[in-house]
Nanobody, 127 residues
Framework: QVQLVESGGGLVQSGDSLNVSCAAS????????VGWFRQSPGKELEFVSLISWSGGGTYYPDSVKGRFIISRDNAKNTVLLQMNGLKPEDTAVYYC????????????????????WGQGTQVTVSA
């Protein structure tokens, strides 16, 4: 069974960049779709990005498009989320999730199809 562990969170200032990583153990990331979600206090989980198993397909919501970049290294079983131009509203706990089920993009924007989740890493952006 795949286990996911996020790392790289921290406290940064507005406009800074930060990378968060997701590492898989107990199995391989391939052929899983990997997504990133985030949750701020009092809010529901919000979709942040996803990447196809090959890495050739990515998707971002408008809130992070042009600022965040997702990539993966299947040989190292890791997925990286590069976050640039961070804003205070990006403050949240960031979770990575994985699924081997083939689903449409709209479905993959929700938490429903994801079978495996990490414990989360805190990202705090000060104004």
């Amino acid at each position: 069974q795949v286990q996911l562990v996020e790392s790289g969170g921290g406290l940064v200032q507005s406009g800074d960049s930060l990378n968060v990583s997701c590492a898989a153990s107990g199995g391989t990331f391939n052929p899983y779709v990997v997504g990133w979600f985030r949750q701020s206090p009092g809010k529901e989980l919000e979709f942040v990005s996803l990447i196809s198993w090959s890495g050739g397909g990515t998707y971002y919501p408008d809130s992070v498009k042009g600022r965040f970049i997702i990539s993966r290294d299947n040989a190292k079983n890791t997925v990286l989320l590069q976050m640039n131009g961070l804003k205070p509203e990006d403050t949240a706990v960031y979770y990575c999730a994985a699924t081997s089920r083939i689903r449409s993009i709209p479905t993959l924007l929700s938490t429903t199809p994801y079978d495996y989740w990490g414990q989360g890493t805190q990202v705090t952006v000060s104004a």
